[in-house]
């Protein structure tokens, strides 16, 4: 499954849950404290909690993605990661 294919599962199926609150902050807490416990979890060895970490971490980032207008986070990703790898070519 690509990543754009998962933002669209994702968003229809989890991010529109009358449960899930609908807001940015929200996000960005709930993102702050996936990566907490995935940064936790690589320390301590515990690779059973690391994707399940990632998946959470995910989510909120789709859930911004979407409060933005981002339609094609996969484009997105790889047009930002091209622009680090250019600027990391140019400094060295």
Same mark, same amino acid.
């Given at each position: 499954?690509?990543?754009?294919?998962?933002?669209?599962?994702? $968003?229809?199926?989890?991010?529109?849950?009358?449960?899930?609150?609908?807001?940015? $902050?929200? *996000?960005?807490?709930?993102?702050?404290? $996936?990566?907490?416990?995935?940064?936790?979890?690589?320390?301590?060895?515990?690779?059973?909690?690391?994707?399940s970490c990632a *998946? *959470?971490?995910?989510?909120?980032?789709?859930?911004?993605?979407?409060?933005?207008?981002?339609?094609?986070?996969?484009?997105?990703?790889?047009?930002?990661?091209?622009?680090?790898?250019?600027?990391?070519?140019?400094?060295?």
């Amino acid at each position: 499954m690509t990543l754009n294919e998962t933002y669209k599962k994702v $968003s229809e199926g989890i991010l529109s849950h009358a449960s899930v609150k609908h807001d940015v $902050s929200s *996000a960005f807490l709930s993102l702050h404290e $996936s990566a907490t416990k995935l940064w936790q979890a690589t320390i301590n060895q515990q690779k059973d909690k690391a994707p399940s970490c990632a *998946a *959470a971490a995910l989510i909120s980032v789709f859930y911004v993605m979407r409060e933005l207008g981002i339609e094609n986070p996969e484009e997105c990703l790889k047009q930002r990661l091209d622009e680090l790898n250019l600027d990391n070519l140019e400094k060295n």
